[in-house]
């Protein structure tokens, strides 16, 4: 990103997304499907963390550029296809369903000098967020960019950012884990120790998408529902409250419903080579998998 901005030159997300993957690989695997989608502003990718034991986090996200105007920093969240009345957000939530994944955005954020305009006065522990290193490439829940762009507006694209966990730091090993506290009272069992104890690999990555998420539950002053129901089969968690807040879904059950026991068979086929089923590739513009999720760092195995 640094270099295309030095030549002058503003990046598109469908060049920024095919930068990161080749650059990234073959540390990551990925699978790229049909043209339709790479025409298609905001394609879906499906990034799934997989772990040694087989522990995997899905998460399909769109790509999205943090822009600048001036000093006016944005993210085209609201973006609307012509003659479709559903916002982009509603149609990202709707598609996760199919695959039982979290719903998010991959965030494009350019380089610490790019973003030097970039202010955000939501506390923050003792670096500023355009500084923030490595965060050129950041990942949020969309639950996150939903509740910004109904409470914060123009500033939607900033609380995002601020929100949003550099891709490289989310598995987790070498940044602190603190515990996610409050709405705890009730909480089922494993639940709870996922949020009390330090997590690593697939369930690190869900862990931190579903923290901003919790935060700003947390601010809303409506109680939570203890109500729990069952989940799909092979989630991590079968059962999980069914609080929902000033959310469009219920927020634990949409965030965590993506971390499962087993790795998916469309996930497998691409480990081993394979085009996944029509019903997987018809939808996606293609699936990445971070393997050895849960590896300490310097530590990969081979595969
Ligand atoms: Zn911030």
């Given at each position: 990103m640094?270099?295309?901005?030095?030549?002058?030159?503003?990046?598109?997300?469908?060049?920024?997304?095919?930068?990161?993957?080749?650059?990234?690989?073959?540390?990551?695997?990925?699978?790229?499907?049909?043209?339709?989608?790479?025409?298609?502003?905001?394609?879906?990718?499906?990034?799934?963390?997989v772990d040694r034991d087989g522990t995997?986090?899905?998460?399909?996200?769109?790509?999205?550029?943090?822009?600048?105007?001036?000093?006016?920093?944005?993210?085209?969240?609201?973006?609307?296809?012509?003659?479709?009345?559903?916002?982009?957000?509603?149609?990202?939530?709707?598609?996760?369903?199919?695959?039982?994944?979290?719903?998010g955005y991959v965030l494009y954020c350019g380089d610490a000098q790019y973003r030097a305009t970039l202010e955000c006065d939501l506390p923050h522990q003792d670096v500023l967020c355009r500084d923030r290193d490595r965060?050129?490439?950041?990942?949020?829940?969309?639950?996150?960019?939903?509740?910004?762009?109904?409470f914060q507006g123009k500033g939607a694209g900033v609380a995002a950012f601020h929100a949003a966990v550099p891709v490289e730091d989310i598995t987790g090993p070498d940044a602190t884990d603190p515990p996610i506290v409050g709405l705890s009272r009730g909480l089922p069992e494993d639940l709870a120790h996922f949020f009390q104890q330090p997590q690593r690999g697939a369930r690190r990555v869900a862990k931190e998408i579903v923290r901003p998420v919790h935060w700003i539950r947390v601010r809303q002053f409506s109680p939570a529902t203890l109500e729990r129901s069952a989940l799909n089969t092979g989630a991590l968690f079968p059962e999980l409250p069914a609080d929902q807040g000033h959310f469009p879904v219920p927020y634990l059950q949409h965030v965590l419903r993506g971390l499962r026991t087993e790795i998916p068979d469309y996930v497998r086929d691409v480990l081993d080579g394979r085009t996944p089923?029509?019903?997987?590739?018809?939808?996606?513009?293609?699936?990445?998998?971070?393997?050895?999720?849960?590896?300490?760092?310097?530590?990969?195995v081979a595969s």
């Open positions: 640094t270099s295309r901005l030095d030549d002058d030159h503003m990046w598109g997300e469908t060049t920024a997304t095919e930068i990161l993957l080749t650059t990234a690989a073959p540390r990551i695997r990925y699978r790229q499907f049909g043209a339709a989608h790479e025409r298609e502003h905001g394609a879906d990718w499906l990034w799934c963390w995997t986090f899905c998460f399909l996200v769109q790509a999205k550029i943090l822009k600048s105007r001036g000093k006016r920093w944005s993210v085209d969240f609201t973006y609307r296809t012509a003659g479709d009345e559903r916002t982009q957000i509603s149609k990202l939530l709707t598609a996760s369903d199919r695959f039982d994944a979290a719903a965060a050129g490439v950041s990942a949020v829940s969309a639950l996150v960019a939903d509740n910004a762009v109904i089923p029509a019903w997987v590739t018809h939808h996606l513009a293609g699936i990445v998998v971070i393997t050895d999720a849960d590896a300490a760092p310097g530590h990969e």
